[in-house]
């Protein structure tokens, strides 16, 4: 079993940064599957970014180029750094981990971007 606390969130100007983490309660180095999803108001969860174990990485097209997704093994942290930031970008950011046949979800982070 595992808790994610995610962080990070807040509001920013289209262009600007964000960098979300989120912090789990125990190792995450056998935690094979890492990933950040959003859900933007009256839209379905979306997965936006993946990383494996092995470091393999995935985007969704509409940020491939923006955003970088990492995890630090040694902090128990996984990282989504997000650049070039759009309104559409606008969202609650959701980071999840598939332990076994379990997934497991953070609470939630909300992302506005607007000026």
């Known amino acids: 079993q595992v808790q994610l606390v995610e962080s990070g969130g807040g509001l920013v100007q289209p262009g600007g940064s964000l960098r979300l983490s989120c912090a789990a309660s125990r190792s995450i180095f056998s935690i094979n599957v890492m990933s950040w999803y959003r859900q933007a108001p009256g839209k379905e969860r979306e997965p936006v970014a993946q990383?494996?174990?092995?470091?393999?990485?995935n985007y969704a097209d509409s940020v491939k180029g923006r955003f970088t997704i990492s995890r630090d093994n040694a902090k128990n942290t996984m990282y989504l750094q997000m650049n070039s930031l759009k309104p559409e970008d606008t969202a609650v950011y959701y980071c999840r981990a598939v332990l076994g046949n379990h997934e497991y979800w953070g609470q939630g982070t909300q992302v506005t971007v607007s000026s």
């Open positions: 990383i494996t174990s092995g470091g393999n990485t």
